[in-house]
């Protein structure tokens, strides 16, 4: 299936319309940004941070916005673009690419579902959708929620009331409960002294088959990558997951975890309320975080932890009955 783009992109710009300071060997049309590890050769990517060395060496883009200490990781066949911060960088290009993902504006295209648009699908009162919506059949919409332009839905699902879903793609048989809200634009920008300079999130969410949101929940889109949740995970009440994370298969994630941006979760894990896991991290398959934890490091399979910081759970125990 194709995925739609959520957001119109400006036009492309060739390298020196992007950069007039730097003289390239050649000028290309740089056709859209994008991660290392999905950057074709019309693309422009971005290294920013240590972390992503191993897609930083594998990556397939011509042209790469990092900075001195990281270019010796580009392949020969990627150009360094050299910039003092990357993020800013970056920010300011996506913002002229695409002038409206900065700021979630109200869709315009909102209407009344018409009856012969969806046969099979059940609509409570009041509810909005914009337009090019799918949804599959004998999927059910509860009263007073709204499915933005684009957006996609898959069969056998159920959506609660007052439910907002923008810029994201559902599964089969995904349950969203009352009050979610699916799509928006994650916390990001630059500092700057007068104005913030915020970050346009051009992502998507993705949500697969059998997935589970309980009421109260948010789900961020993704910046530059998407956020993505796998088949059949559960999430408790009012679960915040922030832009670029992505969670495994068979999950299972208590009420009030907080999730921060681009961290990757494996399959079979479960998280204890109020936990809450920091940004860039990975958290291997059938590892389990005890309720109130606070996750700052990496975890490898089949780990179990708890605490702030969370440490192994035979270690959390002993300190703990030492005290």
């Not at 940004?279 to 975890?299: A, R």
């Amino acid at each position: 299936m194709k995925l739609p783009n959520f957001f119109k992109k400006n036009k492309n710009y060739f390298l020196g319309q992007l950069f007039p300071k730097i003289k390239f060997k050649k000028n290309i049309l740089i056709e859209d940004i994008k991660i290392l590890k999905k950057a074709g050769k019309k693309d422009l990517t971005f290294f920013d941070s240590i972390k992503y060395k191993e897609f930083a060496m594998s990556t397939k883009a011509n042209y790469c916005l990092t900075t001195e200490n990281l270019k010796k990781f580009l392949p020969k066949s990627t150009s360094p673009i050299l910039v003092n911060n990357v993020l800013f960088e970056l920010a300011t290009i996506l913002k002229k690419m695409y002038p409206t993902a900065d700021i979630d504006y109200p869709d315009s295209t909102l209407k009344l579902p018409k009856k012969n648009q969806f046969k099979d699908v059940k609509f409570g009162n009041n509810v909005l959708v914009g337009k090019n919506v799918k949804i599959g059949k004998n999927t059910i919409i509860g009263s007073f929620s709204i499915i933005e332009h684009d957006v996609i839905i898959g069969k056998n699902c159920v959506i609660g009331s007052n439910v907002i879903i923008k810029n994201s793609v559902l599964g089969n048989e995904v349950i969203i409960q009352d009050g979610c809200k699916i799509g928006l634009k994650g916390f990001g920008f630059i500092p700057l002294k007068e104005k913030n300079f915020k970050f346009p999130h051009v992502g998507k969410v993705l949500i697969m088959d059998n997935v589970e949101i309980a009421g109260g929940c948010t789900i961020d889109r993704g910046s530059v990558d998407d956020t993505e949740i796998g088949k059949n995970t559960y999430l408790d009440n009012q679960v915040h997951i922030a832009h670029n994370v992505k969670i495994g298969s068979n999950c299972m994630i208590a009420g009030q975890v907080g999730f921060a941006g681009s961290s990757t979760i494996g399959n079979n894990v479960s998280i204890g309320g109020q936990a809450g896991i920091s940004g860039h991290l990975k958290i291997g398959n059938n590892v389990k975080i005890g309720g109130g934890s606070g996750v700052i490091k990496d975890i490898d399979d089949n780990e179990v932890v708890m605490g702030y910081p969370a440490i192994s759970f035979k270690d959390f125990i002993k300190n703990w009955k030492k005290k």
